[in-house]
């Protein structure tokens, strides 16, 4: 059974630095790999998606970039703001010949962006 | 606009009174997933659609239905609920094929409270 880790579980910045958030997996039989954002109580918003053939995916101040072969991935957000405060998700699909779409979720880096 | 849509967003309710969540999504996406999250425990997938009448159980199935009479639409049912299904509830939608799954999408949740 596919198992996702992130750590660290929190962090605190100051306004400004760069973030660095850790996500690995233990099977490297992946399809894809999402990073999602979660603000308190609220719904998922996917912040970027990975296909399993590519090393780094970019969005604005957000690079993530993907190792299969180790199982992992790293999400760098730069010059991190207090409005980057949430919690990111890490998630991971199986190949889609295993007949679910389902998405195997960390349990997160919850992340406070000190002003 | 493309968006995952559940009623109602809130729900306090006590045990053993059915209810039924409801998901729509206007993507045409032919894969839709229940999703719960509980903290400690991350979220976990309830019951998954390949695609209209072909649904399947999740992780965590127990004390759950779905039906997928149409492609938009994927209610969630709990016949006779119980407190330990207070939980925070997503629908998602994709894309998907025997070769390829896509982005996922999710809905804003539903907070549901099972007194």
């Known amino acids: 059974k596919q198992e996702v880790t992130q750590i660290p579980a929190a962090l605190s910045v100051p306004e400004g630095e760069n973030l660095v958030l850790n996500c690995s997996f233990t099977?490297?039989?992946?399809?894809?790999l999402q990073w999602f954002r979660q603000d308190p109580g609220k719904g998922l918003t996917s912040l970027l998606l990975?296909?399993?053939?590519?090393r780094e995916q970019t969005s604005g101040r957000l690079n993530a970039s993907l190792d299969k072969s180790s199982g992992r991935s790293t999400l760098y957000i730069a010059a991190s703001q207090p409005g980057d405060s949430a919690t990111y998700l890490c998630?991971?699909?199986?190949?889609?010949?295993?007949?679910?779409?389902?998405?195997?979720f960390g349990k997160g880096n919850q992340v406070v962006v000190i002003p | 606009e493309a968006q995952v849509t559940q009623n109602p967003r809130y729900l306090i309710t006590v045990t053993g009174k059915k209810l039924t969540v409801t998901c729509s999504q206007n993507m045409n996406h032919e894969y839709m997933s229940w999703y719960r999250q509980d903290p400690g425990l991350g979220l976990r997938q309830i019951y998954y659609?390949?695609?209209?009448?072909?649904?399947d159980k999740g992780d965590v199935p127990e004390g759950y239905k779905v039906s997928r009479k149409e492609k938009r639409n994927f209610p969630l049912i709990l016949e006779s609920p119980s407190p330990n299904q207070t939980s925070l509830y997503f629908c998602?939608?994709?894309?998907?094929?025997?070769?390829?799954?896509?982005?996922?999408?999710f809905g804003p949740g539903t907070r549901l409270t099972v007194t």
């Open positions: 659609s390949m695609n209209v009448e072909v649904t």
């Open positions: 998602a939608s994709s894309f998907f094929s025997g070769t390829s799954a896509y982005e996922q999408y």
């Open positions: 099977d490297s039989a992946i399809y894809n």
């Open positions: 990975i296909q399993s053939s590519q």
């Open positions: 998630a991971v699909t199986p190949p889609p010949w295993e007949g679910n779409n389902r998405l195997a």
